[in-house]
């Protein structure tokens, strides 16, 4: 049974920063690609960022670059979601998702999901 859980969601200031983790069970994701993706209430799910199985590549949605970091460590199949910078309209649920094939920016491809964690910065 594959497994992904987010975990580092919470309330933080506008200019605020979190840490997001998406811990992957069940199986290895090393070929996969792992993305974050959320949606605030009202709007579709968006692509926020994605980094290659092996790391190598990494991709951010115009919105967040220069703000938010992604990155894995293989050894623990955890990626992460580094938000500096926040700003109210990054509220939304969070979610991690993986990815063997297609384009790395849409929904669509991705096989595996998690159960989203709420991120809520306020002004």
């Known amino acids: 049974q594959v497994q992904l859980v987010e975990s580092g969601g919470g309330l933080v200031q506008a200019g605020g920063s979190l840490r997001l983790s998406c811990a992957a069970s069940?199986?290895?994701?090393?070929?996969?690609?792992k993305g974050w993706f959320r949606q605030a209430p009202g709007k579709e799910r968006e692509f926020v960022a994605a980094?290659?199985?092996?790391?190598?590549?990494?991709y951010y949605a115009d919105s967040v670059k220069g703000r938010f970091t992604i990155s894995g460590d293989s050894a623990k199949n955890t990626v992460y979601l580094q938000m500096n910078s926040l700003k109210p309209e990054d509220t939304a649920v969070y979610y991690c998702?993986?990815?063997?094939?297609?384009?790395?920016?849409?929904?669509?491809?991705?096989?595996?999901w998690g159960q989203g964690t709420q991120v809520t910065v306020s002004s």
């Open positions: 998702a993986a990815r063997l094939y297609g384009s790395i920016w849409s929904s669509a491809n991705y096989n595996y």
């Open positions: 069940g199986r290895t994701f090393s070929n996969y690609a």
């Open positions: 980094i290659t199985g092996n790391g190598g590549n990494t």
